[in-house]
């Protein structure tokens, strides 16, 4: 327990009777409150690796902007010796400062504080830097680095936990909500990050999970390692339940930092608009030569993306789950948009459970905070088998249909190649409200790919014919000829337009401008219930 007090220190400025002065015993106590549990534990948390509270923020935030408040707060509590563990500023850091000069909130939790845990006064610090988040219209950061529920607090801490969860649910979709996990998240404690919008995991020292390897191996036998629980790179790429992943604190800070480049600083605003260093115009002929023309051809749908938005830079989110789709930020002609497209080459681009639950947040995500959504299409349908549908594809598949109807922002697609069937319809078809819908020339827009469709509708005929084989093969020559292609389509203006490949960017670009001022809203109503 430290205490500084006046009588402990020595000063020159002291007066004639011998106390400090109120000034200095204020600054006397501001410095040993920077110690957090102090300075043995301070080193212990830097020979795991890890920074601290307080070196976190200062690093995240600009230089010198980070104004910590509520630093002399401490708990209460006398139970089971807490009454000699009392630290000022107990368990977490609060405060504001800005990032590239706007205004942002944070929390870090405090290992060195009774291993992070969280008291009832921790909780209280954390919802009141929300409170001001969300009063303010800025966007939140909470560092997780914690034990979990102080164990001595026992239900006090759990409500704590619980006035945290109401204002993550109440301020989703108003102020962005970006978690860092740079330590352990155990037990319930992970549901404030899970109700966060983005989730940045720090490589070997980030881990989620809601029982440890213990009782893990006590309730079902498993040997898990920590990591092999609930790493980084499992949430990254099995679980989802993590966005982004970074080699080291730092590596985390700024790809946080350049995430927030993207967002708005809250649900009324517009994301931020940089001015144009690439030509709206520019056509690229490369485009035409990216896709193969052979259905079943993979190539890397990056190369498509990163050819037409502004100096190639594109932010993949969830880069490493479901890859067979694409999500993540990008700017056209200066404004934000949100991109989501097809990967031809994992699982030939199929939509599956994880690759429909990845694309529905990123959309709805998009749509909360006013970034227009351009999807790229080359899809073959939906993954069959028992796995996905004992699964729930149907109930999953929906939730991506509901989140593009849903979705109010300008609306623009491109189908690159194959658009079949009902994945056809849910990639952002003019059906569900897209605004514009352009494809390629060679693109097949059909209810499924010409063998596919040859082998129902042929059955018979194909039987009954003396050769089947050229039988089969010129049904299916036929059906590519009337239906593989784009025009059936643009005939009855499911496609606005079919474009050079070429000019893609000029066409996104000038689409994006026409629809600057676009008005939408869906019925009155409570809420809708998305197919969970
Ligand atoms: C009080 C805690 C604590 C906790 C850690 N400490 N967790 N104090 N409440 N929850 C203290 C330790 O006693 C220790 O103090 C110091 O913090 C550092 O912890 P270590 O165990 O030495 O650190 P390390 O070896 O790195 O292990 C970290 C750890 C481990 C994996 C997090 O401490 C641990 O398993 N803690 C308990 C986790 C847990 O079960 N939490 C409750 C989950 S349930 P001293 O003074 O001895 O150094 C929960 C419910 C939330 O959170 C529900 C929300 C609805």
Redo the contacts with the bound molecule.
């Keep these: 327990m430290r205490y500084p007090i006046a009588t402990e220190s020595k000063s020159d400025a002291s007066d004639e009777s011998g106390h400090l002065s109120k000034l200095d015993a204020l600054e006397a106590r501001r410095t040993a409150a920077q110690l957090g549990g102090g300075e043995a534990r301070v080193e212990a948390q830097h020979k ?1 690796g890890k920074l601290t509270a307080r070196e976190r923020l200062a690093r995240l935030f600009d230089e010198g902007s980070f104004t910590e408040t509520d630093t002399f707060v401490t708990h209460r509590s006398t139970d089971l010796g807490l009454d000699k563990q009392r630290f000022e500023g107990d368990s977490v850091v609060i405060g504001y400062g800005t990032i590239d000069g706007r205004s942002v909130f944070a929390y870090a939790q405090d290992f060195t504080v ?2 992070g ?1 969280l008291s009832q006064v921790a909780a209280g610090k954390i919802t009141k830097v929300m409170d001001h988040a969300m009063r303010t219209g800025a966007p939140i950061i909470g560092i997780n680095d914690s ?6 607090e026992g239900i006090d801490s ?1 409500a704590g ?1 619980g006035e945290i969860f109401k204002r993550n649910t109440l301020a989703s979709g108003v102020i962005p909500q970006i978690t860092i996990i740079a330590g ?1 998240a ?4 992970v ?1 404030s990050p899970a109700l966060t919008d983005f989730i940045y995991m720090v490589e070997g020292i980030g881990q989620m999970y809601i029982t ?1 390897p213990d009782v893990v191996k006590s309730v079902t036998g498993e040997d898990v390692s920590h990591e092999e629980l609930g790493g980084a790179a499992v949430h990254a790429s099995q679980s989802g339940v993590a966005h982004f992943t970074a080699e080291s604190e730092d590596a985390c800070f700024a790809d946080v930092r350049r995430l927030l480049s993207f967002l708005p600083s809250n649900n009324a605003e517009s994301p931020p608009v940089v001015d144009p260093t690439d030509t709206p115009d520019r056509a690229d002929p490369a485009l035409r030569d990216v896709v193969p023309d052979a259905a079943s051809q993979p190539y890397d749908v990056m190369d498509v993306i990163t050819k037409i938005v502004d100096n190639a830079d594109f932010l993949p989110v969830h880069h490493n789950f479901a890859p067979n789709i694409v999500v993540g930020l990008a700017r056209l002609d200066g404004r934000v948009i949100g991109i989501v497209a097809n990967q031809a080459n994992q699982m030939a681009g199929m939509l599956d459970i994880d690759a429909s639950d990845k694309g529905a947040r990123f959309v709805r995500f998009c749509d909360a905070f006013n970034i227009p959504l351009v999807t790229f299409v080359d899809v073959p349908g939906f993954m069959p088998g028992t796995q996905q549908e004992y699964g729930g594809i149907i109930r999953h598949g929906a939730k991506l249909l509901y989140a593009y109807v849903e979705a109010s922002v300008p609306k623009m697609a491109v189908i690159l190649r194959k658009a079949y069937g009902g994945a056809y319809i849910v990639m952002s078809s003019k059906e569900l409200r897209s605004d514009v819908n352009l494809a390629w020339p060679g693109s097949e827009i059909a209810v499924m790919g010409p063998e596919g469709a040859v082998n129902v509708i042929g059955r018979r005929a194909i039987a009954d014919a003396e050769d089947s084989d050229a039988k089969r093969a010129e049904m299916v020559d036929d059906y590519r000829e009337r239906f593989a292609n784009p025009y059936v389509a643009a005939n009855r203006g499911y496609i606005d337009d079919v474009i050079d490949p070429a000019q893609t960017r000029p066409e996104l670009v000038k689409a994006l401008r026409m629809l600057e001022n676009k008005v939408d809203s869906l019925p009155p109503k409570k809420h809708g219930n998305i197919p969970l």
């Design positions: 795991r009774l291993g845990s034990g979990g529920a102080r164990i001595q759990l936990y352990p155990a037990g319930g404690a549901y440890g």
